[in-house]
């Protein structure tokens, strides 16, 4: 069964930084892109970022770009996002997902997600 | 930034009725070399994440109901539930995923 499973979340300051990790299991996590996804409260869904699968291409939301940066490890199967100088704004759940050989392809597995909230 | 414009924002439907959401995007979402629309359909519930239930546009997802189907090409986009059932109420997104950013429409709250 394909399992994504984020942690990390948690009420952080503005200004601080956090790091969320999405572990994944069930497929060949090497053959896939993934992506971060965010909601904020009571809001749309907005894609944050994705990785190609040797971690060779990444893509960034204009309002993340340079505070955010999105890695893997397929080693330990793993998916992370290292969020610095965050915003109240920032303030979402925060999902992985899993999209497919091609960057340009649907966002087919999703995890539970992984609330963040900014506030001081 | 290709712009997803959905319609209506909020829908209700009775039980067994159809239910039909409509879906714009800023620009051409078909790419002619695969003759292929870069468009998903995804559900979420209360305190779920999102479901893809369509992508390409009109390929419906591996254990999907067939009472959901897509439709449209280029520009404009129709979700259709056939026969609404209960569990069917929830907010549906539609998504390019044609060019980053890789945006979402506003949603559409379905309700019975």
């Known amino acids: 069964e394909v399992q994504l499973v984020e942690s990390g979340g948690g009420l952080v300051q503005p200004g601080g930084s956090l790091r969320l990790s999405c572990a994944a299991s069930g497929f060949i996590f090497s053959s896939y892109w993934m992506i971060w996804v965010r909601q904020a409260p009571g809001k749309g869904l907005e894609w944050v970022a994705n990785i190609k699968q040797d971690g060779s291409e990444k893509y960034y939301v204009d309002s993340v770009k340079g505070r955010f940066t999105i890695s893997r490890d397929n080693a330990k199967n793993s998916l992370l996002l290292q969020m610095n100088s965050l915003r109240a704004e920032d303030t979402a759940v925060y999902f992985c997902a899993r999209g497919g050989f091609y960057a340009e392809d649907p966002f087919d597995c999703w995890g539970q997600g992984a609330l963040v909230t900014v506030s001081s | 930034d290709i712009v997803m414009t959905q319609s209506p924002d909020s829908l209700a439907v009775s039980l067994g009725e159809r239910a039909t959401i409509n879906c714009k995007s800023s620009?051409?979402?078909?790419?002619?070399?695969?003759?292929?629309?870069?468009l998903g359909w995804y559900q979420q519930k209360p305190g779920q994440p999102p479901k893809l239930l369509i992508y390409?546009?009109?390929t419906r997802e591996s254990g999907v109901p067939d009472r959901f189907s897509g439709s449209g090409s280029g520009t404009d986009f129709t979700l259709t539930i056939s026969s609404l059932q209960a569990e069917d109420v929830a907010v549906y997104y539609c998504q390019q995923y044609y060019s980053t950013p890789y945006t979402f429409g506003q949603g559409t709250k379905l309700e019975i």
């Open positions: 390409w546009a009109s």
């Open positions: 620009q051409s979402v078909l790419y002619s070399s695969t003759n292929n629309n870069y």
